[in-house]
């Protein structure tokens, strides 16, 4: 990993910082509260940077936190050159960024380009003015359909559920590919255009080190909004694309990502990256052309289940797709809209074991790493209660699907009782549960077997090994269920055991390894580092 103490961009060897980092995202109503609201805030992340800076972290992922309704937690926004209140100000954000610069780590943000919230003064101002209007192409206003226009336009559903549409007091319909609340803009529109570019410049100038692009393969839409398959219409989640889906990766989004590159490029060492949910390799290398993206997500790894052969494939096909372009891969185990992926592997000490092999598979890769905060802890999903759901896909779904709460419970810090220093204020926006008191960050820092204790010393490794180098990796013949590669570069083996039985270790020195070893086999669920 390439470390300087002087963090400006126009420094030769460091304005492609990103190509092997390691980001944290911080969901910031869930990291910590300062003002004890019971909401994590940015106070609360400034706080708590010597502990980013202790784990190891190069750079951090902030979610929405500009003015918002908060209809989706900050993802509907109102004003996105505003920090909302409820999050703090101007001068808490500067003050974050400096203190992060000052203890080495980047600031990214979340840029929210496909929509904004209805109280949007622009959506204000379309409802206001009538069809035809000016106001009304900035967003994606038609006439219904059905002899009246009691109808949709078209077929298409909202990823929360529902119809992608909702119809206004004087008969048109409006288009959200979210929920109601998220209007989607027209980006055939100009001053569309004009306002992101603004927005970039906003924050750029700022001093923030780049952007996570929401819904990066959305945003354009074919001119005439044909009807979606049928076979996709039951489906939610961003995008399961077993057949090619009109509201996304609509080939007009390319010259949106051309634009902001422009603006980026105009700034030396920042960078971008999209939330690409496009499964097909080649689609999803056009958003990593050298005019567009820096970075895309590839979520396979979020999408393979605890099985070597997935695993491996994901691998492969993540490394396929970005290799041609000289790109660096993006790998992701969990996020704020996933199950995280204790849970996904089983959940309890199955899980947790599961998750300590698969960290040390994330972290042995080449390329970006993204980690979702709580991960370090080991946090698992929480069944919620009904009452305390939040996420709009709970109402959306007419109550059949619980949403991404489960995901986002506020980070536990310390003490024995909820919300474990998250907040002064027992009352906070999601309910922490009791267990949690062995999982706080205190209690695993000096626990040489915690969670957090092994994502600190694979982290150094990452960081000091020359063995972990090289962008290409080759595969070792290995038993069924199990699988090994060694980065060509440094030379870095790692086995993962996903079989019923121990197996015998490949040769090398053993570096560092997710759980005990048995004899010289490698036992079920479990990886290792060797050299
Ligand atoms: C992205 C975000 C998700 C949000 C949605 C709408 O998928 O990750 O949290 O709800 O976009 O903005
Ligand atoms: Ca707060």
């Known amino acids: 990993m390439r470390r300087s103490s002087d963090l400006q961009p126009e420094i030769a060897d460091e304005s492609a910082w990103w190509r092997d980092a390691v980001f944290y995202q911080v969901y910031v109503r869930s990291f910590a509260d300062s003002n004890n609201d019971g909401i994590g805030d940015l106070d609360g992340i400034r706080s708590r940077l010597g502990y980013l800076e202790l784990l190891g972290v190069d750079a951090l992922w902030l979610t929405p936190f500009y003015r ?273 992926h204790v849970t996904r592997y089983g959940g309890g000490a199955l899980g947790e074991k599961r998750a300590r092999a698969m960290i040390l598979v994330e972290l042995a890769l080449p390329g970006v790493v993204y980690l979702y905060n709580g991960e370090e802890l080991g946090l698992p999903n929480v069944e919620l209660p009904e009452w305390a759901l939040q996420d709009p896909t709970w109402e959306r779904s007419g109550h059949t699907e619980r949403g991404r709460d489960g995901c986002r419970v506020p980070i536990p810090w310390e003490g024995d009782v909820p919300p474990f220093g998250f907040s002064q204020n027992a009352h906070t926006w999601l309910p922490v549960p009791n267990e949690w008191n062995h999982l706080t960050a205190e209690a695993q820092l000096e626990d040489p077997g915690s969670m957090l204790s092994l994502y600190r010393h694979a982290l150094e490794l990452r960081k000091t090994q020359q063995a972990i180098s090289g962008d290409e990796l080759e595969w070792y013949g290995a038993p069924p269920g199990c699988f090994a590669f060694r980065r060509k570069g440094g030379g870095l083996i790692c086995a993962l055991n996903t079989s019923g039985a121990s197996v015998p270790l490949p040769p090398g020195e053993i570096l560092i390894s997710s759980g005990p070893m048995d004899g010289a086999q490698l036992p079920p669920d479990t990886s290792v580092w060797l050299v």
């Open 68 to 340: 918002s309704p908060m209809a989706d937690h900050g993802y509907d926004v109102s004003h996105p050159r505003d920090v909302d209140p409820m999050f703090g100000d101007l001068a808490a954000f500067d003050a974050l960024v400096a203190d992060a610069h000052s203890h080495n780590m980047r600031i990214t943000i979340d840029l929210v380009p496909n929509h904004t919230s209805d109280r949007h003064d622009w959506f204000q101002a379309a409802l206001a003015a009538g069809p035809g209007s000016r106001e009304r192409s900035r967003y994606v206003f038609r006439d219904g359909s059905g002899y009246d226009g009691s109808q949709p336009p078209n077929n298409w559903t909202s990823i929360f559920g529902g119809p992608a549409w909702t119809r206004v007091r004087d008969g048109q319909w409006y288009l959200h590919l979210f929920a109601p609340q998220q209007p989607d803009l027209n980006w055939d529109n100009p001053e569309v255009h004009a306002d992101l570019e603004q927005t970039l410049r906003f924050w750029l100038d700022r001093g923030v080190d780049g952007f996570r692009i929401d819904v990066a393969h959305g945003m354009a839409k074919p001119f005439d909004l044909p009807n979606m398959d049928p076979r996709s219409l039951g489906t939610s989640g961003v995008l399961r694309d077993d057949v090619r889906d009109p509201r996304f990766d609509d080939d007009g989004v390319h010259e949106i990502h051309r634009m902001i590159r422009k603006v980026l490029d105009s700034y030396p060492g920042r960078m971008a990256v999209g939330e690409v949910w496009v499964t097909d390799d080649e689609r999803f290398a056009r958003y990593i052309r050298p005019d567009e993206l820096h970075l895309a997500f590839n979520f396979r790894l979020v999408e393979a289940g605890f099985d070597a052969d997935q695993v491996r494939s994901a691998i492969d096909h993540s490394l396929g797709a970005v290799q041609p372009l000289g790109t660096p891969p993006t790998w992701t185990l969990s996020n704020h809209d996933v199950v995280r």
